[in-house]
């Protein structure tokens, strides 16, 4: 035999060695991989491996907080489509609510859900006819996804209502622009001001992903440097890609720093901060609306420019997500194991996760500014998802019947009196 192969074969035997070595040193292994082959051959149900492998990774996730997961099978496409921005279903993003169970945080605009007369906060009762209490929120979603060009039958409640309505969904790709503005115009373009204040500008963010800097630069060229005032509207946008967050924050500030993410330790991992380019004047008066349904990455990007004094906050508390998760792919890119590994931090220093047993009276969140906390019933809030819904489905030629009157935004004419108030 040629000595070269010897030496490979001598190798081989030396990384082997290494690597049982390195598995017995975690004392749990053996047992774990035993009761797997107990359950396999004794449970009265039939598990496959597989099956007992993924609820074992599933159960270690599970331990570290409800935002990490163990991806495997279909959900690891789906978890790709939805942060490409581009993915096929009924448009809608889903939380249980522990007090009331499957929740919409918001339909994806111009999607099959928002169609329907969906709206952020509608509890979905039923999907196919099964009700949501015997569904897992995986199992629910898997659910609503399927074919595109079937439907599938969602029975939903408004906020504030006891009345059930009853929906069959055509399903189809789903592209998920992630800026709109207040109106659309002829060529059904958004409208990037105030219709009914022009001279200021209006931009409503509805999540974080791949496209969402494009679309932010598209929309403050539109709008241009004529303005008297900008209101970034960030209300119920669940949050997204932690870059997408850094690079709108650099649009707007030429220094310092943006946001820290730190491990459990609390030392710093990154520090990102801003660069000297400008996408828009900072002598230009901004207002950042956010809401209770506003998490994550619209809390690294309202904190941001609060902490810079670059725009004052208008609303209601945040939610207090502050928690970085990280994205491992497994298996060949077969899984992905999301687990959060560190938390963000203000510009300030200042905390913005809420932990489990967080108080209102801990440092949490994006608080508004004093004087522009302006909070909303369920009823005021789902009055202006409603009109604001049917007035955009008007505009697009959407056939309705909804005959309802102007709604007024008590958090929006806040921050249009103060923009006015600076210009007099």
Sequence with gaps: MPIRNLFIILGCLIISAICYSEFHKNRYSDTIAEAMTIIETQALKKLTRRELFRSAMKGMV?????????????????????????????????????????????????????????????????????????????????????????????????????????????????????????????????????????????????????????????????????????????????????TAAIKISDMFIDTGTIVETRRRDEQVEDRYTASEKLEFDTEIPMVVLINHRSASASEILAACLQDHNRAVICGERSWGKGTVQNVITMENQKSVLKITTASYWRPSEKNIHRDENASEDDEWGVLPNPGFEVKLTPEEEFEILRYRNMRDRKNI????????????????????????ALNQ
Aim: net charge negative.
């Design 62 to 242: 599970a331990q570290i907080d409800e935002h990490s997961a163990f991806i495997d099978g279909k959900e690891v496409s789906d978890f790709r489509e939805s942060l490409d921005q581009e993915f096929g279903g009924i448009g809608i993003i889903v939380e249980n609510n522990p007090e009331n169970g499957l929740t919409v945080v918001t339909p994806l605009p111009n999607t099959p859900a928002a169609e329907a007369g969906m709206l952020p906060g509608d509890l979905i009762t039923a999907v196919n006819q099964q009700p949501t209490k015997e569904l897992s929120r995986d199992e629910a979603i898997n659910m609503i996804k399927g074919p595109i060009g079937k439907s599938v039958n969602i029975e939903f409640q408004h906020i504030g209502s006891t009345a059930r309505k009853n929906a069959d969904i055509v399903r189809r790709v789903v592209e998920v622009p992630s800026a709109e503005g207040d109106f659309r115009g002829a060529d059904l373009n958004w409208n990037f001001r105030l219709e009914a204040h022009p001279n200021f500008g209006y931009i409503r963010l509805s999540t974080f992903g791949e496209k969402s800097e494009s679309e932010m630069l598209m929309a403050l060229n539109s709008i241009g440097h004529d303005v008297d005032g900008l209101i970034l509207d960030l209300r119920s946008n669940p949050g997204g890609l932690l």
């Design 397 to 420: 030629g959407a056939k309705t019947d909804d005959n309802t009157d102007k709604v007024e935004d008590p958090q929006l004419q806040k921050a249009v009196s103060y923009l006015q």
